[in-house]
């Protein structure tokens, strides 16, 4: 009764809390079909990140290990590690830095590998993303303080802002917190400009620039889930969607009573949140929905995942994006990296990694005017 | 055979002014005749002689050879003459059916029997208006279908028809297309203005074409083709600078200055979400009713959205929720109507005056002491920038032309230097010169890095200047296309399907 009435007061005279409203999928965001039907180079379970080095090597995070990918596709074991590896990252001098959850190793595989767990005295809880900067720092995206990567929609379902982004001198081991409070730190970006790391918020549908004390918003109102980045060939960057926003979503994230419930009572799998992929399991909710309009019953069944990728240009305005729709398979899109002119992008939901050719998309989209 | 209508050598002076200068002008039975011409040639002071509404000045008129000599609209009713205005002439505090029988009502009038009656004459038009609505109820289509069917409904021999189309859907279109052919099958003889060249072409058996108040020529429709038809008309091959030319690049987006999310306004806009970028043409093409009028008046803060699960407007980052359109107007967005001479303009004052209002709401409190010297200056850069054809700047906006009225409406306001500007229907009841010259004007806007957004229902407009095409069906944006890809069937079908 309390909570009703909390957010009746809390509605009055406040218009944003009284509309459940989503950005819509327009301009650079215009859907198509280009990511669902990119070539396959890799299908296999687990996999999580991806990068690539200075000399066009792809390296693909994959359960505990971290696949090295011929040009062709052909994965071969280039590290293991006791724990699931959630990031990767590449710094100027080649080195190879793994994100293991609650940890990071720098310098993989060499005499210099060195583990860190913790910043400014708290430790790592949530590893999602790492980015190696040209000055040689390696930048650390601890996503949350409270649940573990694994755990990720129950930060989400608690509105979780204990995100971290840290910077770490590997030849040091020297950590600096150079924001907190991030509502789910999943990527970092750095162009090297000195105008300040660029880290996604997810559970706030944002970019955030750390070139101060506090975050100023460079990109908001994203109509997703933003979560790594990918350096850009010719500048800007590519920024992956990991989920899709939807206005069922936003209406369980308002919900108090229901969502808390929802929590204890029904397994995370199964909760009505986004998810990387769907269509695997009969008990998913959402498959059979209906909703009455003008007199008929209609079937209606939001979606729970996307497949999303936007070129984002160096002034931060999106170009375009690749899309798999919601009936499409490549779905919950959580790295990239570009090599040349192709384009890696995996999708977690399918377990893939994709190839496409930038300027063939860049040709695709111009011939539809979408460019 | 003797024509139904003959004017010889007719001429129409105001003052020393002539509005139609010596016309010949001649109307077979059972023909579809389109007067073309831009605005102000003289096409609807020569189909008002025909009606009785203005008297020539010289010159003769023989109705079946007979000449005649027309004093009233009544008299001309009674000759077999009847036409619809372009301004619609129904009294709005009355129903339809009431309407329709005005002036021929009984001594004991029944309503239920007016009321069935005039039921079955529309449903025999084919025409869907309730006889029972009040009209100031009704949308600008169905008026104008009430107007149509009150001609029908006096038996007239020759019906004129000012711009009859310019407020009905494609659809509602092509039911009045087939009303004129069986008007024609009829023996009944049609007049028919409008400036959709295409229209006339399409429904016409022969064209007349004035300008400047003179005849210029007529001949079968079959010998007419737009080219030769906009150059007799102007003087000048302006199809190139209209609708000719394949668009070949698009304005690349800019920012985004403007989200619209999940708007709702009461039964008219349903869940509408759509962007808008800078330095580009947003082009939003739907049937009327569609709910893109509406949406963007929310965004000026001119109607209301919903209060609960209306929702949202973001501007430039921010939520924004108008209840009246100055703060929007302070925020950057001008929404120029698509009904000037209601909304846009008062009539009674000069161009000046008009500009000048437009910049008094973004004027700051405590300075609103009109200064004579800046309207002065206004009126000057204005009239010269937007090149609105007026004698002096002191000029009545009713005595200007259509297409020069709709550029003293742009004018007030650009005056507020938006950034953000939504033209609706920028050139509804304008000439193709006029047309031209707007059409240049929201291109330069968007060349300037302005996001502009223009509403239209017609189709070649909206493609010729769109960057990026978005189509709205029953109360929101259900597709976007480029214009390199789109053609006119593909957004046809994405408005009506």
């Not at chain 2, 210029?216 to 190139?240: H, K, N, P, W």
Request: proline fraction near 4%; glycine fraction near 10%; include cysteine.
């Amino acid at each position: 009764m309390f909570d009703t009435l909390r957010s009746k007061l809390t509605s009055f005279g406040n218009s944003r809390s009284n509309s459940l409203s989503v950005p819509v999928f327009d301009g650079a965001f215009k859907p198509n079909n280009l990511l669902e039907e990119a070539d396959i180079v890799l299908e296999r379970a687990g996999l999580e990140d991806l990068v690539a080095d200075a000399q066009g090597q792809l390296f693909a995070a994959c359960g505990t290990s971290v696949l090295k990918l011929a040009s062709d596709g052909t994965p071969s074991e280039f590290a293991s590690f006791e724990a699931v590896v959630t990031a990767l990252a590449i710094l100027p001098d080649g080195g190879l830095c793994v994100g293991l959850g609650d940890r990071v190793i720098t310098g993989v595989g060499t005499t210099s590998e060195r583990s860190v767990d913790q910043a400014e005295g708290t430790p790592f809880v949530a590893v999602t993303a790492l980015y190696g900067q040209a000055n040689g720092g390696l930048l650390i995206c601890d996503a949350s303080a409270r649940h573990e990567v694994g755990d990720w929609s129950r930060d989400l379902m608690e509105h979780g802002r204990s995100g971290r982004l840290i910077r770490l001198d590997p030849a040091s081991g020297k950590t600096e917190v150079l924001a907190s409070g991030l509502a789910y730190a999943f990527g970092a970006y750095d162009d090297g400009t000195g105008g300040g790391p660029l880290v996604s918020e997810s559970w706030d549908h944002g970019v955030c620039r750390v070139d101060g004390p506090k975050p100023t918003h460079v990109i908001d109102r994203i109509a997703g889930y933003p979560s790594r980045f990918a350096p850009a060939d010719d500048g800007g960057f590519w920024l992956t969607i990991c989920f899709s926003r939807t206005q069922l979503v936003e209406f369980v994230l308002k919900e108090n009573d229901y969502r808390q419930e929802m929590m204890r009572t029904i397994d995370p799998r199964y909760w009505i949140a986004p998810s990387f992929g769907s269509g695997a399991d009969f008990r998913e909710p959402l498959q059979a929905g209906g909703v009455k309009q003008m007199g008929y019953l209609k079937p209606w069944a939001p979606p729970r995942s996307y497949g999303l990728v936007v070129r984002y240009g160096a002034d931060l305005i999106p170009r375009f994006s690749l899309h798999s729709r919601v009936g499409g398979a490549h779905h919950g899109i959580n790295a990239a990296a570009q090599i040349g002119d192709t384009l890696y992008v995996l999708s977690k939901g399918s377990g893939r990694i994709l190839k496409l050719s930038v300027s063939g998309v860049r040709e695709t989209l111009a011939g539809k005017g979408s460019l | 055979m003797t024509p139904v209508l003959e004017m010889r050598k007719i001429t129409k002076k105001y003052g020393r002014a002539f509005a139609v200068e010596d016309v010949d002008f001649t109307l077979r039975k059972g023909e579809v005749h389109a007067i073309l011409g831009e605005n102000g040639a003289g096409k609807s002071t020569l189909t008002k002689m025909m009606a009785g509404v203005v008297q020539p000045t010289s010159g003769e008129m023989l109705l079946n050879g007979q000449e005649i000599h027309l004093k009233t609209p009544a008299e001309a009713v009674h000759s077999g003459i009847a036409m619809v205005f372009q301004e619609t002439s129904l009294v709005p505090s009355m129903t339809v059916a009431q309407n329709l029988f005005l002036g021929n009502e009984k001594f004991f009038n029944r309503i239920r029997g007016v009321n069935i009656a005039a039921q079955q004459f529309m449903q025999s038009l084919s025409f869907d208006v309730d006889p029972t609505l009040q009209v100031a109820s009704l949308g600008a289509a169905k008026k104008q279908m009430v107007e149509i069917a009150r001609a029908m409904l006096l038996k007239a021999q020759a019906i004129v028809f000012d711009e009859p189309t310019a407020t009905l859907t494609p659809e509602e279109k092509r039911h009045f297309f087939d009303l004129v052919k069986t008007l024609k099958s009829h023996g009944v003889s049609v007049i028919f203005i409008s400036h959709a060249l295409e229209e006339a072409l399409e429904i016409s058996d022969r064209i007349t074409i004035l300008r400047d108040g003179r005849h210029v020529e007529t001949g079968d429709t079959a010998e007419f083709d737009r080219a030769r038809i906009i150059q007799s008309m102007v003087g000048r091959a302006l199809t190139e600078e209209l609708y000719g030319k394949a668009k070949t690049s698009v304005r690349p987006a800019g920012k985004r200055v403007l989200s619209i999310q999940n708007l709702r306004v009461g039964g008219a806009v349903k869940n509408n979400s759509l962007s808008v970028f800078k330095g580009q043409i947003t082009g939003v093409f739907g049937l009327v009713g569609s709910g893109r009028t509406e949406t963007f008046k929310v965004a000026a803060g001119i109607i209301k959205r919903n209060y609960r699960n209306g929702g949202e407007i973001i501007l430039n980052g921010k939520p924004v929720r108008y209840r009246v359109p100055a703060p929007g107007v302070k925020a950057g967005i001008a929404y120029i109507t698509e009904d000037r001479k209601v909304e846009g303009f008062f009539e009674t004052m000069s161009i000046k005056s008009n500009i000048y209002v437009g910049l008094l709401s973004k004027i700051k409190a405590g300075n609103f002491w009109l200064k004579d010297k800046v309207m002065d200056k206004l009126g000057d850069e204005w009239i010269s920038s937007l090149q609105v054809k007026a004698v002096t700047q002191n000029a009545q906006v009713n005595e200007l032309s259509g297409g020069n009225q709709q550029k003293v409406v742009i004018a007030k306001s650009l005056v507020q230097d938006p950034d953000i500007i939504i033209f609706d229907e920028p050139t509804r009841g304008v000439d193709v010169g006029a047309i031209a010259e707007i059409h240049d004007i929201i291109n330069r806007l968007a060349d300037e890095g302005k996001a502009v957004v223009v509403i239209s229902s017609y189709l070649p407009e909206v493609m010729q200047l769109s960057d990026r095409l978005l189509v709205a069906r029953g109360g929101k944006v259900v597709e976007e296309f480029s214009p390199l890809e789109a053609t006119e069937e593909m957004l046809m079908y994405a408005a009506v399907h």
